[in-house]
């Protein structure tokens, strides 16, 4: 009986330690779309897709606005289940590889990113896809968001590559590396990794520190900025 194609799929490195000095870095991903003798005969070239998507998160944007000369926040939306960090890499651009549908499932594709909006907009109808773009627009300038078609490289008829830039600017926590076989626009197979981004070192306790116990951090920081300002009093104190 004819079946479809396997695929199988790896990364450089399933964990990413951030230090201080952390620049940012390049995982790998890589992999091979297996046949055998009873694979079915398919006329049209593969397509990949390589997304790799951050914690969720809830996030609100604002414009701003003059209000008696002055720049101030004026309507604001807020968008739920939120990527924190999206990088899509293609074979060309995602929307020559399948359907509509298809890919807003399986977020192939910056434009095809669904954006929940959490009941209580503040944001009229008719420029709600205003705020949509801009949302876009500044992940993207931050270096959070990245779609790059072309990008995946076959080293031969099955086996493939491609490179995705972490920023240094990268959100912590848990992330999930798919890829996703397609033919004809038809998805045949997909496979998923995790990977972790995690601080280490003095920079994980402090977060840690931060988000576990924040009324203790608040009141070391505070002692801390207590201490630095009466010991540089001293030092510089003037006779």
Do not use: C
Not at 107 to 114: A, K
Not at 133 to 156: H, K, M
Not at 207 to 228: E, R
């Amino acid at each position: 009986e004819a079946r479809s194609e396997q695929l199988i799929a790896a990364m450089s490195a399933d964990e990413i330690r951030i230090q201080s000095n952390f620049t940012g870095t390049t995982i790998v991903v890589f992999g091979e779309i297996a046949r055998d003798a009873v694979t079915v005969s398919r006329p049209e070239p593969y397509d990949l897709a390589v997304v790799v998507s951050g914690p969720e998160q809830v996030v609100r944007t604002r414009r701003k606005g003059r209000f008696l000369g002055i720049w101030v926040n004026r309507e604001a939306e807020t968008f739920a289940e939120v990527p924190s960090f999206l990088a899509v890499h293609t074979t060309r651009a995602s929307h020559e590889l399948a359907a509509r549908s298809i890919l807003e499932r399986y977020r192939i594709g910056l434009r095809n990113l669904n954006l929940p909006i959490v009941a209580a907009s503040e944001a009229p109808m008719s420029d709600r896809n205003n705020f949509r773009e801009a949302f876009l627009r500044l992940r993207v300038q931050a270096g959070l968001y990245a779609e790059r078609p072309g990008s995946i490289d076959f080293l031969s008829g099955s086996l493939f590559r491609t490179a995705v830039q972490l920023p240094a600017n990268i959100p912590v926590g848990e992330y999930t590396v798919s890829t996703y076989l397609l033919r004809g626009g038809v998805l045949l197979a997909s496979a998923e990794q995790k990977l972790t981004i995690a601080k280490t070192g003095f920079e994980q306790f402090t977060h840690s520190l931060a988000y576990a116990y924040s009324a203790v951090y608040g009141i070391i920081a505070i002692a801390l900025a207590l201490f630095t300002g009466w010991l540089a009093g001293v030092i510089f104190r003037k006779d």
